[in-house]
């Protein structure tokens, strides 16, 4: 993932709301939002190449999501951010006990940040600057490819249209904040070491370049009871269209299994 919004415990109705836009190269392959093969309680997409997963739920009552930390000039790390997400969400542990046992591991990982949620709490995890977790209190909050909250335009900007859904529950005027391809004013553009031309372009919450950009779309709703709706809404080469999967299912807090 490279942009994150996420509501915890912020309404009335939906302790726990996330959207986020995926980020990536075309050619690298990907399975689309479902049970996994090897492991049908999880849901989520899959990454066909490393492994792992960019985000997930837990039929029991898990979900994990992780973005990259914007580093050029930092060579690529032993494994891939994936297989955080993967073993957060089949693993038993509280996810604040999880995220303690990272920092052992940091080392072994290109800068990360990661969201837990053990369906009690909603953790935040990175190995950038240091490692380090913290369990957040209820709240918005958006992540990029920098630490939580840092102002990036298209953070702002996701925050607020979540803001906005969280008030009128408009899902179509959620999406479509979320496709917004406008580019950041040079003024508001972060210096990451990629150069004014790749700022601008990586600017918006929807990237459309060659080879690269937003590869999907994803829209997680949980109830007071439990239910959890899943929308996932891709896009091909050039942003063109590729389908949606949208799933809805009742976790089970004490592990049987539960039907979609």
């Not at 604040?96 to 995890?125: F, H, Q, V």
């Not at 600057?129 to 298209?154: C, F, I, M, Q, V």
């Not at 004013?185 to 080879?211: C, H, K, N, W, Y």
């Amino acid at each position: 993932m490279c942009l994150i919004a996420v509501a915890w415990q912020s309404h009335p109705r939906y302790p726990l709301v996330l959207i986020a836009n995926r980020d990536e190269f075309h050619e690298r392959p990907s399975a689309p939002l479902g049970p996994w093969p090897q492991a049908p309680e999880i849901l989520g997409g899959r990454d066909l190449q490393a492994g792992g997963s960019w985000l997930g739920v837990h039929r029991g009552g898990r979900l994990a999501a992780v973005t990259n930390v914007r580093e050029p000039l930092l060579r690529s790390a032993e494994r891939s951010r994936g297989a955080l997400v993967a073993e957060f969400l089949a693993s038993p542990e509280p996810a604040c006990a999880w995220a303690e046992l990272l920092g052992g591991s940091a080392s072994e990982y290109a800068g990360y940040n990661l969201l837990l949620w053990d369906g009690e709490e909603l953790i935040y995890a990175t190995n950038r600057l240091k490692p380090r977790w913290e369990s957040l209190p209820p709240g918005l909050y958006g992540l990029s490819n920098a630490g939580l909250d840092t102002p990036w335009p298209k953070l702002q900007r996701a925050r607020a249209a979540l803001a906005r859904y969280l008030d009128d529950g408009q899902e179509p005027a959620l999406l479509a904040a979320f496709a917004d391809e406008t580019v950041a004013a040079d003024e508001a553009l972060p210096d990451t070491g990629v150069g004014l031309v790749m700022e601008r372009a990586l600017s918006p919450p929807f990237i459309r370049r060659p080879g690269y950009g937003t590869r999907c779309t994803s829209l997680i709703r949980l109830d007071q009871q439990d239910q959890l709706e899943f929308l996932e809404r891709r896009h091909g080469v050039d942003g063109a269209p590729a389908g949606d999967t949208r799933l809805a299912l009742v976790l089970n807090r004490q592990g049987a299994e539960a039907a979609i």
